[in-house]
């Protein structure tokens, strides 16, 4: 994907121009799509005076801090996730809902364990059954 620093559209792919503005990304562009500094007046290759606007260049120090900005972000993001996951198990509703389910498990595991061999050969293979259909 590419971002456009002109118009904040986001292209995928690996595209030379952007979809919303039209201008190319870190290079001039002749018609015949060859590569150019952004400095150039004519195509290196085929001469051409018709080239393509580039987008803004942007300071390498604000790209850095944009990503120290997306970063911390989502530092905060999962800071604040686990802090929610942790209160939720030191919450004791909580902490009862999960003895009941426990509790509802080991007993199906309990019926599960008492029926008879033929019935839990039949449960395993719809089991697999269902999985191999996936």
Known sequence: MRYCNECGHMTEGEPLF?????????VRLCPRLHENPRGAECCSQCGSRELST???????????????IRLGLG?????????L???LLLTPVFQM???????????????????????????????HKEHNDD
């Open 18 to 26: 952007c979809n919303s503005c039209g201008r190319s990304y870190d």
């Open 54 to 68: 580039p987008q803004p260049k942007i300071p390498a120090s604000w790209q850095l801090l944009a990503i120290l």
């Open 75 to 83: 530092l905060l993001l999962f800071y604040a996730t686990l802090k």
């Open 85 to 87: 996951i942790v209160a």
């Open 97 to 127: 809902l999960l003895v009941y389910f426990g509790i509802m498990l080991a007993g199906l595991w309990a019926l599960y364990r008492k029926l008879p061999e033929w019935m839990q050969d039949a449960l395993r293979s719809l089991w």
